[in-house]
Structures are given as structure tokens and as C-alpha cells.
């Protein structure tokens, strides 16, 4: 069985876990031999490969990034992209797919298995939005990159008595700033799934103030003002359709400085948040992900995704996981609303 590899959209860390383990269990236990496919659906698209086995997936646990390269690629958005796919998979005698990737890598995987690619899905994402798992890989990392900024700015934010507003990745999902704010003990947490009042946070800003601390505000880059839309960066789109987000947070610091008179900051963590090395949990699910998803394989099962429930690692079919996506409950928003303030 020869099996093709591929890590797409934005990277995370724990993607390398997944290729090691993929490779270690399907060498060692069946015998497989694999291909990486490079940046994504980009790979199989242009037949653009690297030799993928023991030897070089050796070392790459503690990595963060993905040794294959990612890309935002459609092929669904490329005209005859689903065809050279195809004919790649067969020029190469690949027998089955491994795709790593979110909502939009595996949104494809979905297509492409309802046209007879034999393919198996692994759930990776900062963002934890995807639908039928409990948790995604590298969401655990950066949430503790974001508890690690957050700690660092109280300690800045009580010197200078200042608002700080810590602005965190999650275009329509805010479970990163949900746990990152409960974990680093924000003032206010706001997230997509929730429009905020902007003369709410002003009340909880000067409440915290009062209370002789200085409040750290954590806001989803894709969190909406009641009276107000998403702010963007600029209006161009991936192939999937997204814009750029980030600049709420420096609107919200402008609106908390104009109506409270008290001086406020901005810190955007962006792309640190998916950088440097998985922690202990993310390479452990990533593991235990990638030998699930040759059991898989191996037994033939194909058209399903590697899920967490639990604590066990199950089955469930691509689309469960693609078609919606796993927005925050309003009952854990409650929860940490308590805090506010
Ligand atoms: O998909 C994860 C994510 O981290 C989103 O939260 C964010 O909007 C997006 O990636 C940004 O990715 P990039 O800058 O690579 O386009």
C-alpha cells in the first residue's frame, strides 16, 4: 500500500506528530510506504512530492510548523483541479490519503471522497472549530502562548495602570480567547459568537480599575460590536472565501480611551499563536491521532475523520466534522462572564 501525506491551511503545531506517527505506525506495523505531498492540496494538484520514511520523519516531534509545507490551495477553485488530482494519485500509484487540516482542507477531502479518493481526515487547528472532536491539536498550544502573553501583560498593564486589550486569533469561533481569558484571568472575554457592548466593557474596564487592578480585555480578531460589523485588514480573499481579520482590538482600545479617559493598549499575538514547539497534550493527541489514521487505512474505512470523544480517539464521517462548524455555547460564556470585571 503506498499512502500519500498532506498538511493544509494555516499551520499548527502538532502537524509533524501526526506525519511521524502516520509513518512510524504504517511502516512498522504494515509494512506501507508513503509520499509527502507538499503544501497542501497544492502537492497532489502539481505532483509536487518529498520522500516520506523513517529517516525523515526522525527528530520532528518537539517541531513546530509541518516538514511538508501548507497552503491555502482550492482545487475545487482550479479548473480541472479534481481531475489532475486524480490522475497524480494514479500516476503515483497512491493507494489511499492522509489529509491533515481544518474546516477548509478537509471541507476538500469531503468533496474529493464523494468522487472515489480513498482518504482519511485528521482535525488540526488552533481555532478547536471543527465539529465532531472534542478538541483539535494545537489548540492547547496556543492557548498557553496567549496565558503566557496574558500573564506577562498584567504584570505591565498594573505598572502603568493601563487598559490592555489582547487581541487573539478565531474568525468565527472564540474558544481560544474563552479559555485563554478564563486561564489568564481577563476582565472581559469577547468573542465571535456573542456582539459585544462596547459601553459594557467600558463598565467591566473601570469596575476592574476600581478594584485596584488594571484590566486585560481579550477579544477574538472576528469578534462583532453590537452596533458595528467585523473589522477587517483589507478585502482580499483566499480561496476558500476568507478576508483578513485583526484591527478590532485597536478600535476597541480607541473606543475604551475615548469613553472611560483611561489609558488603553493593544497587543495582537497573531501568528505566534501557531508557532514553535506542541505542548504535551497537542503531541499526544496529534500521536494518537495519526496511528488511529492508519488503523484506518489499514482496515479500509475510508471517508472519516480521526475524532476525539472523551477520551477515546473514534470515527466519524468527514461531513459530520466539516459541514457546521463547533461554535462556543452560550452556557460556557456564562460561565466565565461571572469574572468579568
Ligand atoms: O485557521 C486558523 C487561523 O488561525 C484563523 O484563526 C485566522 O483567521 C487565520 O488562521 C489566519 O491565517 P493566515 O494569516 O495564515 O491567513
Excluded at 473601570?206 to 462583532?224: L, N, Q
Excluded at 463547533?326 to 470585571?341: H, I, N, Q, R, T
Aim: hydrophobic fraction near 40%.
Amino acid at each position: 500500500m503506498r499512502i500519500g501525506v498532506l498538511t493544509g491551511g494555516g499551520d499548527c503545531p502538532g502537524l509533524n506528530a501526526v506525519i511521524r506517527a502516520v509513518v512510524r505506525k504504517g511502516v512498522k506495523e504494515y509494512g506501507y510506504e508513503f509520499v509527502g505531498f507538499r503544501d497542501g492540496w497544492k502537492g497532489p494538484l502539481e505532483g509536487l512530492t518529498m520522500p516520506l520514511d523513517l529517516a525523515s520523519t526522525r527528530g520532528i516531534l518537539p517541531k513546530g510548523g509541518t516538514i511538508l509545507g501548507s497552503s491555502r490551495t482550492n482545487p475545487f477553485k482550479i479548473e480541472n483541479g479534481v481531475e489532475r488530482i486524480k490522475e497524480n494519485l494514479a500516476k503515483m500509484n497512491i493507494d489511499a490519503l492522509v489529509a491533515i487540516g481544518g474546516e477548509d482542507t478537509l471541507g476538500v477531502a469531503t468533496k474529493l471522497d464523494s468522487l472515489g479518493v480513498k482518504v482519511i481526515g485528521v482535525p488540526k487547528t488552533i481555532d478547536n472549530d471543527l465539529n465532531n472532536t472534542d478538541y483539535t491539536f494545537g489548540f492547547d498550544t496556543s492557548v498557553n502562548i496567549a496565558v503566557d502573553a496574558i500573564d506577562r501583560l498584567h504584570t505591565t498593564a498594573e505598572s502603568h495602570h493601563r487598559a490592555i486589550i489582547v487581541e487573539v486569533m478565531g474568525r468565527h469561533a472564540g474558544w481560544i480567547a474563552l479559555h485563554a481569558g478564563i486561564a489568564g484571568g481577563a476582565a472581559a472575554v469577547l468573542i465571535p459568537e456573542v456582539k459585544f457592548s462596547v459601553d459594557k466593557v467600558c463598565e467591566w474596564v473601570e469596575s476592574r480599575f476600581k478594584s485596584g487592578f488594571a484590566p486585560i480585555v481579550v477579544i477574538a480578531e472576528g469578534a462583532i460590536p453590537q452596533d458595528g460589523d467585523m473589522i477587517t485588514k483589507d478585502q482580499t480573499l483566499d480561496s476558500f472565501g476568507h478576508v483578513k481579520l485583526s484591527g478590532i482590538g485597536e478600535w476597541l482600545s480607541g473606543q475604551i480611551e475615548e469613553k472611560t479617559g483611561r489609558e488603553a493598549r493593544v497587543s495582537v499575538l497573531g501568528h505566534i499563536q501557531r508557532g514553535g514547539s506542541p505542548t504535551a497534550f497537542d503531541r499526544v493527541l496529534a500521536t494518537r491521532f495519526g496511528v488511529h489514521a492508519i488503523t484506518a487505512i489499514h482496515e479500509g474505512d475510508f471517508g472519516k475523520m480521526v475524532a476525539l470523544h472523551g477520551t477515546k480517539i473514534e470515527r466519524v464521517p468527514l461531513a459530520s466534522a466539516t459541514t457546521n462548524l463547533k461554535l462556543v455555547d452560550p452556557s460556557l460564556y456564562a460561565e466565565a462572564e461571572v469574572f468579568f470585571g
